[in-house]
């Protein structure tokens, strides 16, 4: 499957543009890693919300690091 990095800059979310899109392997790879890096929230809550993003990240980076589609 694909993953595709996208990059948007902009003075609030609703006016940012697109700077930059990729679907370079070793660049999402690498980018999911660094997310897979920072700390989980100590709220349950967000803790729970931050798991299951962690589980996709994780997925999507061996996909990225295997080249499976």
Same mark, same amino acid.
């Given at each position: 499957?694909?993953?595709?990095?996208?990059?948007?800059?902009?003075? *609030?979310?609703?006016?940012?543009?697109?700077?930059?899109?990729?679907?370079?392997?070793?660049?999402?790879?690498?980018?999911?890693?660094?997310?897979?890096?920072?700390?989980? *929230?100590?709220?349950?809550?967000?803790?729970?919300?931050?798991?299951?993003?962690?589980?996709?990240?994780?997925?999507?980076?061996?996909?990225?690091?295997?080249?499976?589609?």
């Amino acid at each position: 499957m694909s993953a595709i990095l996208a990059l948007y800059r902009g003075e *609030s979310i609703a006016r940012a543009k697109l700077v930059a899109a990729t679907a370079d392997e070793a660049i999402v790879a690498d980018f999911t890693r660094r997310l897979l890096e920072q700390p989980l *929230s100590d709220d349950p809550v967000l803790r729970a919300v931050e798991l299951g993003r962690r589980r996709a990240l994780r997925l999507i980076t061996a996909d990225a690091e295997t080249g499976d589609e």
